[in-house]
């Protein structure tokens, strides 16, 4: 059994292809990236349009298998940006129509976590879910996989990539700041950590400012990192504490961060915890994560009907149930 899975909430069009045992076949994709300026939803959906045959031909041609080998079409439902969401809705329908397989549409947060956990071999950890707009703490329980803290303004990744913009870094950012703050020192940015939640839009807007005053660019870039982090670090091991985990799982398109993988290990060395990173092919958006997710929920008995197939925007992790 073989499922076929496809992003498009953001900036990527993912199609991957993986066995009902948890083998990937293929992971094959294409990301919007600009040098100036940062992504419009109604360009990048055009890019989406654009590339969505040649990858998906291209994934088919990777993994070895024609469309007729293919048991079930996933897709990310959302949460993402409409004008997106629609490209991988519309195509996964298309496909399922056409070839007659069974359809599902699931929530791109929650594939994030589960291709950690099949990747890493980690059962239920303390999530640390850090992607462009998304920086959660999540841990299973019950049938949820419940928020224990999050962002209350913008996401991790998109604050570096808000700062990289007025850097000139391009987008995204991310992999670039961590090149630039080598060598950087640490100037006191606003650590703004509020009860189990954080907020990175004072630092972002510090951060340009000392940027415009003439501060040398690794400094600004060092001195994000630091602080961004160390407040994730801090209530990341409030949030251990708290649920009694023994694991820590970091996954999203920033877990590619070396110096956050290293505090976050170290935290965990203190504490007796075990740490995990996810990949990093598999860290930013993919489609090998949404076919995952599509097998555990369809193993569990759900399947959707491709005329009613929607787009959820707005669903949290933890507005899903957790079947599987
Ligand atoms: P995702 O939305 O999960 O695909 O993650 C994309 C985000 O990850 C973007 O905001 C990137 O800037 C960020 N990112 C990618 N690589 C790195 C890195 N090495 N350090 C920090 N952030 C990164
Ligand atoms: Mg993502």
């Not at 993402?80 to 298309?94: K, M, T, Y």
């Not at 976050?264 to 995990?276: N, P, S, V, W």
Request: proline residues 4%.
């Amino acid at each position: 059994m073989i499922c076929l899975g496809i992003e498009s909430t953001a900036h990527t069009f993912g199609v991957g292809i993986v066995r009902w045992n948890g083998t990937i076949l293929a992971n094959l994709k294409e990301s919007v990236t600009s040098i100036k300026g940062g992504m419009i939803p109604a360009e990048v959906a055009k890019h989406h349009r654009e590339v969505a045959n040649k990858i998906l031909h291209k994934a088919l041609e990777a993994a070895k298998v024609s469309l007729n080998n293919i048991n079930l079409i996933s897709y990310s439902a959302g949460p993402g940006l409409p004008p997106c969401l629609r490209v991988g809705r519309d195509e996964a329908v298309r496909l399922s129509k056409q070839e007659n397989i069974p359809l599902i549409g699931i929530n791109h947060c929650v594939a994030h976590l589960t291709i950690g956990d099949l990747l890493c071999k980690t059962q239920h950890p303390l999530y640390v879910y850090v992607s462009g707009v998304n920086t959660q703490i999540i841990a299973l329980a019950g049938k949820r996989l419940r928020v224990f803290g999050e962002t209350l303004d913008i996401g991790l990744g998109n604050a570096l990539d808000k700062f990289g913009r007025a850097a000139n870094l391009g987008f995204p950012a991310g992999a670039e700041l961590e090149k630039k703050s080598e060598g950087g020192t640490y100037i006191e940015l606003p650590y703004a950590v509020k009860g189990m939640d954080v907020s990175f839009s004072g630092i972002v807007t510090k951060a340009q400012r000392l940027l415009k005053e003439g501060t040398p660019l690794s400094d600004v870039c060092f001195s994000m990192q630091e602080t961004c982090f160390a407040m994730l670090t801090e209530i990341a091991e409030r949030a251990l504490s708290h649920t009694e985990k023994k694991t820590l799982l970091l996954v999203g398109g920033v877990a590619a961060n070396k110096r956050l993988c290293n505090m976050l290990q170290i935290m965990c060395k203190e504490r007796g915890a075990t740490f995990a990173a996810v990949p990093l092919e598999f860290s930013g958006d993919q489609g090998a994560m949404i076919a995952w997710q599509g097998i555990l929920e369809n193993k569990s008995g759900r399947v959707d009907n491709p005329e009613l197939a929607d787009i959820r925007p707005y669903e949290r992790t933890d507005d899903v149930d957790v079947t599987w």
